[in-house]
Antibody
């Protein structure tokens, strides 16, 4: 079955950038539609962005546009999330998750994020 | 952007009793709604998608209902392992995909 294994915890200083990786096993990354979600301490789940099959590209939540880039390396079956200009507000656990897509008679159907990585803790502190 | 709200914020239920969690969308999402369970220190787990379809391996005590703007997650007979935060999520109109703030289920 599909498994997503994320990179380890990171500690960064304010203003720095961080890269979180998400390695896929049991499936080909190019056939998954990957998204990234985070949870800050004491807060709920927050969608950061992911692949939109109707647009054919990654799309990002407005609050992260200009600071986040999501990419993938199909040769290593690994997805990446880069976040720049870090502040203490970016301290959170970051998750990758796949959102299955069905194409039926020209329409696109989704069914919830069914597989998640274990999470990567990113701490931003001076 | 569709805003999701959930009630109550915290729910205390005795083992074996029914737990009913509510989720409301600021505009219709049809049945493009999912429920997730997140236990401390773990990743979220998909429970329900398309408002009422149980995900693979989810026990039958979890059920979802609703359409449009009003949704319900019911745990028919609460077990001790159901202690968690439960989130609803809409995927009808995105970006952005939006989550509710969560309902924390405590065991009474």
């Amino acid at each position: 079955q599909v498994q997503l294994v994320q990179s380890g915890a990171e500690v960064e200083k304010p203003g720095a950038s961080v890269r979180v990786s998400c390695k896929v096993s049991g499936y080909r990354l190019r056939e998954l539609f990957m998204h990234w979600v985070r949870r800050a301490p004491g807060k709920g789940l927050e969608w950061m962005g992911g692949f939109d099959p109707e647009e054919g590209k990654n799309v990002y939540a407005r609050k992260f546009q200009g600071r986040v880039t999501m990419t993938s390396d199909t040769s290593t079956n690994t997805a990446y999330m880069d976040l720049s200009s870090l502040t203490s507000e970016d301290t959170a656990v970051y998750f990758c998750a796949s959102l299955p897509v069905r194409f039926i008679q020209g329409l696109v159907y989704y069914s919830g994020m069914d597989v998640w990585g274990q999470g990567t803790t990113v701490t931003v502190s001076s | 952007e569709i805003v999701m709200t959930q009630s109550p914020a915290t729910l205390s239920v005795s083992p074996g009793e029914r737990a009913t969690l509510s989720c409301r969308a600021s505009q219709s999402v049809s049945t493009d709604l999912a429920w997730y369970q997140q236990k401390p220190g773990q990743a979220p787990r998909l429970l329900i998608y398309d408002a009422s379809t149980r995900a693979t391996g989810i026990p039958a005590r979890f059920s979802g209902s609703g359409s449009g703007t009003e949704f319900t997650l019911t745990i028919s007979s609460l077990q001790s392992e159901d202690l968690a935060i439960y989130y609803c999520q809409q995927y009808k109109h995105w970006p952005p995909i939006t989550f509710g703030p969560g309902t924390k289920v405590d065991i009474k």
